[in-house]
């Protein structure tokens, strides 16, 4: 059974950087695209970054040019980048993989605010 546990949140201004991590257990980590997810106060969980196996990966307009999404294959952890963030960037981060998605993590939370 996979499961996934992301750290790496907190408080961070506007204008500022933050890197999220997503640790995934189980042995087929490699063979699935991944995904950072994020649900604002009020709000449904929305796509912020997807990574295929290979490295190309994908995202929304709303955080294109400012998040980076990565992954290590050898330590089976996935990563996003966040930089120039924006008040409306604050919500819960969560990560998946993709398809067959696993049951969720606690997801860390940030807060962008001055």
């Known amino acids: 059974q996979v499961q996934l546990v992301e750290s790496g949140g907190g408080l961070v201004q506007p204008g500022g950087s933050l890197r999220l991590s997503c640790a995934a257990s189980g042995s087929i980590f490699r063979a699935y695209a991944m995904e950072w997810y994020r649900q604002a106060p009020g709000k449904q969980r929305e796509l912020g970054a997807h990574?295929?196996?290979?490295?190309?990966?994908n995202y929304p307009d709303s955080v294109k040019g400012r998040f980076t999404i990565s992954r290590d294959s050898a330590k089976r952890t996935v990563y996003l980048q966040m930089s120039s963030l924006k008040p409306e960037d604050t919500a819960v981060y969560y990560c998946?993989?993709?398809?067959?998605?696993?049951?969720w993590g606690q997801g860390p939370q940030v807060p962008v605010s001055s």
């Open positions: 998946n993989r993709y398809p067959s998605a696993v049951p």
């Open positions: 990574i295929i196996s290979g490295g190309r990966a």
